[in-house]
């Protein structure tokens, strides 16, 4: 279990992040459970918050997301700063990258060029390839036009 100190290390970087940085609920919600979360990882580990290495916030991490690194990063730098802790474990850490989300549209130009290649699949071809060949293009004409 996390001590009296690490929750009052953890309610004061609250405190100075709503009324110095101007933080939502949201946000004050989302790093208070992420944050309480991980000082309870490092009292499973029997290690201290001072004592924490990069090796104990990559554990946890192994099962969190970016928004947890962010905001595990943010409160050594505050706790450092206050003198709580002398070093800052999180400094050098790197998050998973996020995956490129997916193309939501294609310009008309894209489409075009699409519907053309598709059509033109078809030429010089003969009995059954050319009827596979309309059936596509027909199915992307039918899928861009709903």
């Known amino acids: 279990m996390p ?8 309610k004061q970087f609250l405190d100075m992040l709503e009324a110095e940085r101007g933080a939502t609920a949201n946000t004050l919600e989302a790093y ?9 990882h490092l009292a ?11 090796a104990d916030i990559q554990t946890y991490l192994a099962a969190m ?3 947890g690194l962010a905001a ?11 003198n709580p802790v002398t070093a800052n474990p999180a400094a050098g850490l790197v998050g998973p990258k996020r995956q490129r989300p997916l ?10 060029r699409l ?11 003969e009995g059954r390839p ?17």
């Open 130 to 146: 050319l009827f596979r060949a309309l059936r596509f293009n027909a199915l992307l004409e039918l899928l861009y036009a709903t």
């Open 44 to 54: 499973a580990r029997r290690v201290s918050l001072a004592a924490a290495t990069p």
């Open 32 to 40: 208070s459970r992420d944050l309480t979360d991980f000082l309870a």
């Open 72 to 82: 595990i990063r943010k409160f050594y730098k505050f706790l450092a700063g206050e």
């Open 103 to 112: 193309p939501k549209i294609l310009s008309v130009a894209e489409v075009d």
């Open 115 to 125: 519907l053309m290649t598709s059509a033109q699949r078809g030429e010089n071809l």
């Open 65 to 67: 997301t970016v928004d």
């Open 3 to 10: 001590t009296a100190v690490e929750y009052d290390g953890l």
